[in-house]
Structure formats: structure tokens, C-alpha cells
């Protein structure tokens, strides 16, 4: 890669997809709390998965129950209790809904733990894997997942909601859910105050329903841009603003390139990625239709009859300079496609009453005093959010890493790939590729984990194009 040299005294070890180590997989009894079973040893593998476009963490453990993983005690005729060894399906017994402690940790000493209290995993369904009629053992999947994921189908919200919107995400997910994996730094502050009813809605339907009604009171401004991600971790839930993921800060560097491992990697990046896809997500037409770049807002105040026509282009100067983008900027379209003349550049059309003197709380008097107010700010938030939500995945990479337990779904990486044809020799293309490398965002990760090896599986987008930043904070790559 350019600058970086050729001496290996300028390069770093490329680290390989070495096995990670299963710490602790143990099932929790629904019968009896205090009978708990250990998969360690018969675990063949396991999947975690972390999205932003999901509610909750995921998990898949593949394991053989060989029949004798636990002990039973039964009653014997006239001989007292006997004891049998079973299997742990049915010892248990597994059924659904058990208690499950997991807890991994990668070759750099990374953890991710789900354990005793409030983090824990549950499995959500177990499914029998087919296996030859002549081997004695038999082989299960269980699909795991958060508390708040089962809780959300007996949970409603049954009350009226006021106030900023990311002080109302955060109390239905201590009020109602109860959840205790929430922290302070990860739910960031809105600027949009919102009544709502909850209309005994499900708590994750209502957050996400408030998510596209958000606007950063850090990095978006109101009429320019809007929309929230609401996800979880491991390390608890999160509600971001999109403006704010496209610039979080860069947690690793990672390399794409075709040189022998032998060779090392340039310094100034963490890891080396052992397969790459790059996907260019600007379907032309698909992006029109859903507004990703301009559209029309009309707008009719039912209290004056007042009938308003805007527009929003995130073409314009004084649009685009107040995105907050993860690359340099937003795909050039071209200019065949404009339409000239008033009110004629747009590409969808959203139609809507405005929210004058909607759900105003408080006593009477406060009520009439407001209610020639809106509820709701329609037009410099919803069309907004469509622009944002849909240019957002313009891009995507897909890359496998060895496994790396510190990534997270929502983190910002860094990326570079070689610049096809700069070279005759394609695994010594020093030339790094302006137009896909920079800066991403992880969308969704899987750490797959077997007794042989581990990998670590990424997702990543972002709004933009162009090379920004470089693999080291501070450091200009020329």
C-alpha cells in the first residue's frame, strides 16, 4: 500500500483465524433452578449475531448430546433410588425458554459474556439436526436470545407518552421491558419533543415508530436531516442518530490485499480481511422511488386550511454541507436526469395533515394554550428521515476477518482495498482505491466459532463515496 514500504520492518504479523475459546455454555433448568447442565464439551459450533437493523443480539449453538451428559435419579421397585445417565435434552429436560449462560473469548483477549442477572440468553426454540440412523448420539440447534425479545410478546405500552424522544426510549425500556442493560452514554439526546399514544403497541414496534421521528440535538440539524437506529449488543442498547454513526469513531483498520500472508501487513492497520465483496447499492431507480435524494413534502394545516408545498434536495449546497457523511460525498448523479421548472426536481411525494393542536397535555388551560401548536414538526423531520434511511445503504462491503470479539454492530471501521490495475502484479498493487476505501459503518456482524478456527464476518455501509481518513487517527496517508 502506498507509503507504507516494502521492509518487513515496516510491517506487522498478520494475525491468523485461530480457534477462539468457549468459556462457559451451560443451561439453566425451568423445572428446577438449580440443575444446570454443561454443553462445553459437546458444542460443534457456535453463531453470534449483532445488527443494527435488529431489535436484539442472536445465537445458534449446534451440539451432540452423546446420552450420558447428565445424571437422573429415579425411583427403583424395592431397590430404592437408581440412578440413570441420560441425555441432557432430556435429563433437564430442554424444551424451550431455559436459561443459558454463554461466554467467548478471542485471541486478543476479547470477551463477550452473557452470564448470571439480567444479561443472560434464553433459548427461543431447540430443532433436532438429521444424523445417520446408525450413530447413537444425537445432534441439536438451539436459536438463543435477549429477555426483552420474548418479553416483547407479553409486554404492552398502555400509556401516553411526552416529552424528548430519547428520554422515551429509555423509559420503556426500563419501565416496561424492564431492562436493565441500558446506559446512559448509549441512548444519545434528541432536540424534538413528541406526545404520543402508546396505543397498546409492543415496546420494540413503539421505539421503532419514535426512531424515525428523531432528530440529534448533536449532529443533525432540524430540517436537514433525521432518523434514529435502534439496536442491541452485548454491551446493552443502543439509539443512535445516522448522522452520528457515519462519523463514530474508528475502532479498527482493516487491509484487503492479495500479498502472501508470509509478507506481513503494512503498519498503521489492525487487521487483515481474508475475503472481500464489494456491492455498489445504487439501484438508480429504486433510490428515486423511495426519495433517497430529493423529494416533496405537502402539507395541509387543518386549523387554518393552510395547503403547503416544500421540497428537499440533498444535492444542495446547503443541504449536503450539513450531512454529516462517512465518505467524502454522495454519489454525483447525472444531469440528464434534472427537471427544470418549479416544484418539478423531485422524486417522491409524502402527503400529510399537519399536527396542529394534537394530544396537548396538561391541564385544560394549558391545552387551549397550545392548541393552535404542533405536536410534531412534519416537515422538517419526515421526509428527512426517508432521505437519510435510504441513502445509507448506498454502499456495502462484506469481509471475513479472523474472529475480532471487540467489533460491534454500529462501530465505525476503517477500510482500504488496492486499486484494480495499477499494477501488473496484482498482489503488489501499491495504489489504494479512492473511490470504495475509507471510512464504514458495521451493519451487521456473526462470530462463527468451531473447535478448528473462528471467524468474524462484517456487513458494511455507509451514505457516501470517497476515501476519507486514514488507518491511523492523526496520519495522512499521500
Not at 430529493?294 to 428537499?312: A, G, M
Not at 418549479?342 to 388551560?365: I, K
Request: proline share 3%.
Amino acid at each position: 500500500m502506498a507509503g507504507q514500504g516494502n521492509k518487513n520492518t515496516n510491517r506487522n504479523a498478520v494475525r491468523p483465524a485461530a480457534p477462539a475459546l468457549l468459556k462457559t455454555i451451560n443451561v439453566v433448568s425451568n423445572e428446577d433452578k438449580g440443575s444446570t447442565v454443561s454443553l462445553l464439551q459437546g458444542a460443534v459450533r457456535v453463531l453470534y449475531w449483532e445488527s443494527i437493523l435488529a431489535d436484539t443480539v442472536s445465537a445458534s449453538i449446534i451440539f451432540t448430546d452423546s446420552g450420558n451428559t447428565m445424571t437422573r435419579t429415579k425411583k427403583g421397585q424395592g431397590a430404592g433410588k437408581r440412578k440413570k445417565k441420560v441425555s441432557a435434552v432430556e435429563g433437564l429436560p430442554i424444551t424451550g425458554g431455559e436459561t443459558v449462560e454463554l461466554k467467548f473469548t478471542d485471541n486478543s483477549e476479547n470477551t463477550i459474556s452473557f452470564g448470571k442477572g439480567e444479561n443472560n440468553l434464553f433459548i427461543n426454540s431447540i430443532a433436532p439436526i438429521p444424523t445417520d440412523s446408525q450413530t447413537t448420539s444425537k445432534s441439536y440447534e438451539l436459536i438463543l436470545t435477549s429477555k426483552e425479545y420474548i418479553d416483547n410478546e407479553k409486554e404492552r405500552v398502555r400509556y401516553c407518552g411526552s416529552g424528548q424522544i430519547s428520554d422515551q426510549v429509555k423509559d420503556i425500556l426500563e419501565k416496561v421491558l424492564k431492562s436493565k442493560k441500558v446506559k446512559e452514554e448509549d441512548i444519545e439526546t434528541t432536540q424534538v419533543e413528541y406526545q404520543y399514544i402508546g396505543n397498546n403497541k409492543k415496546p420494540f414496534y413503539v421505539i421503532n415508530h419514535l426512531s424515525t421521528k428523531a432528530v440529534s440535538a448533536e449532529n443533525q440539524e432540524i430540517g436537514v436531516s433525521a432518523g434514529y437506529f435502534f439496536w442491541e449488543t452485548s454491551e446493552g442498547y443502543h439509539f443512535k442518530s445516522i448522522d452520528t454513526l457515519c462519523v463514530g469513531e474508528q475502532k479498527k483498520s482493516i487491509l484487503y490485499n492479495e500479498t502472501p500472508d508470509s509478507a506481513g501487513m503494512p503498519k498503521g492497520y489492525d487487521i487483515k480481511a481474508l475475503t472481500l465483496d464489494v456491492d455498489n447499492r445504487v439501484n438508480v431507480q429504486q433510490k428515486l422511488s423511495q426519495g433517497a435524494y430529493s423529494n416533496r413534502r405537502i402539507e395541509i394545516n387543518p386549523f387554518t386550511t393552510e395547503y403547503k408545498v416544500d421540497l428537499i434536495d440533498a444535492f444542495d449546497p446547503k443541504v449536503q454541507d450539513k450531512l454529516e457523511l462517512a465518505g467524502d460525498k454522495l454519489p454525483t448523479p447525472n444531469e440528464e436526469f434534472f427537471k427544470e421548472g418549479a416544484d418539478a426536481d423531485f422524486s417522491r411525494t409524502t402527503f400529510f395533515f399537519s399536527t396542529v393542536g394534537q394530544l396537548n397535555m396538561g391541564e385544560a388551560e394549558e391545552q387551549i394554550e397550545k392548541s393552535k401548536d404542533e405536536n410534531l414538526e412534519k416537515g422538517k423531520i419526515v421526509n428527512q428521515a426517508i432521505m437519510r434511511y435510504n441513502q445509507l445503504f448506498a454502499s456495502q462491503i462484506t469481509i471475513t476477518i479472523p474472529g475480532e470479539f471487540s467489533l460491534h454492530a454500529g462501530d465505525t471501521v476503517y477500510m482500504d482495498i488496492p486499486q484494480i490495475g495499477e499494477s501488473e502484479n496484482k498482489s503488489c498493487a501499491d495504489e489504494v482505491n479512492k473511490e470504495d476505501g475509507g471510512l464504514y459503518i458495521i451493519a451487521d456482524l456473526c462470530h462463527y466459532i468451531t473447535a478448528k478456527d473462528t471467524y468474524t464476518k462484517l456487513n458494511l455501509i455507509r451514505d457516501s463515496v470517497g476515501r476519507t481518513g486514514s488507518p491511523t487517527k492523526g496520519k495522512t496517508f499521500n
